[in-house]
Each structure stands twice: as structure tokens, then as C-alpha cells.
């Protein structure tokens, strides 16, 4: 049976050769969100998003990534400035 949620991604130490590419699989979609976020938070590489097997269609795949960085950019935010989610969505706008 396939797990509902998969990501394809690749450890991007390598510039002159290809890079090597691995699955991720999970039921769960608030870990599938959790993995993505530590995937741009790395800077690997993030080659295709699959929901029930089915690779998301390049608006869908930009949606996820976007939100992923969304809260990793309020997480940062409110971590640097010391402030509550709150606070700094009315500041800066980013959905934690």
C-alpha cells in the first residue's frame, strides 16, 4: 500500500556529479509539512511532492513549498526578535 504523502529529495553536496535521490514517505501531512520545512531549512534539494502517489501539479507544489517557507520565516522571526506569533503576524505578515 502507498503511504499518502511522499517528497523526493537529494543531499546537494556534490556540484559536479548528479545527485543522489531519496524518499521520504508518511501518512501524516503535518510531518510531511515538518519534513519539506527542514528540507528548505538545509538547502537540499526538493525534486518532486507526491500525494496517494501522484505528483502535485507545479501550482500545488509551489503552494506547499511557499507555506513551508512561510513558517520557517516566522519561526525565525519570532525567535530573533523575541516576540509572539501574534505580534508578528499584525508585523510582518507571515502565517506561523
Known sequence: MLSKYSVEYSLQF???SPPEHHQFYTD???????????LLE???GIHA???EGAELAKADFDRVVKV??????SKLICTSLNIKVDEERF????AA
Open 14 to 16: 556534490r556540484k559536479h
Open 28 to 38: 501524516d501531512p503535518v510531518t510531511w509539512e515538518a519534513f519539506i520545512q527542514q
Open 42 to 44: 538545509r538547502g537540499m
Open 49 to 51: 511532492l507526491r500525494h
Open 68 to 73: 513551508a517557507a512561510a513558517a520557517i520565516a
Open 91 to 94: 508585523r510582518f505578515g507571515f
